[in-house]
């Protein structure tokens, strides 16, 4: 599943091509020790995303001056750092 999260202009519409869907919150897909979760939602996938920006939003100056504009919109996503970089989730 490949996805992106674009921003476009106010009074804009995007591409006739592009799937809109509206952003909200969902559960993330979770999987066990042993095995990846059974299925996975496109919102889950954007759950993922935004919770990854909200993270770089709040850790990185260089992201978070780049994203200023989007912090009220990533206020109420829970920071989670890239498991690989060994945070906890909803650090």
Not at 33 to 41: E, L, V
Not at 47 to 64: F, G, N, S, Y
Request: proline letters at 12%; hydrophobic letters at 45%.
């Amino acid at each position: 599943m490949l996805t992106y999260i674009a921003a476009v202009p106010p009074n804009s519409d995007p591409p006739p091509t592009w799937q809109v869907v509206e952003v909200g919150h969902a559960e993330l897909a979770r999987g066990d020790a042993t095995a990846p979760p059974t299925s996975i939602d496109i919102m889950q996938v954007q759950e993922h995303a935004l919770r990854h920006l909200a993270w770089l939003l709040q850790d990185d100056p260089v992201i978070a001056d780049i994203l200023a504009d989007w912090s009220d919109a990533l206020s109420d996503y829970i920071p989670e750092p890239f498991r690989a970089l060994g945070g906890p989730a909803g650090m």
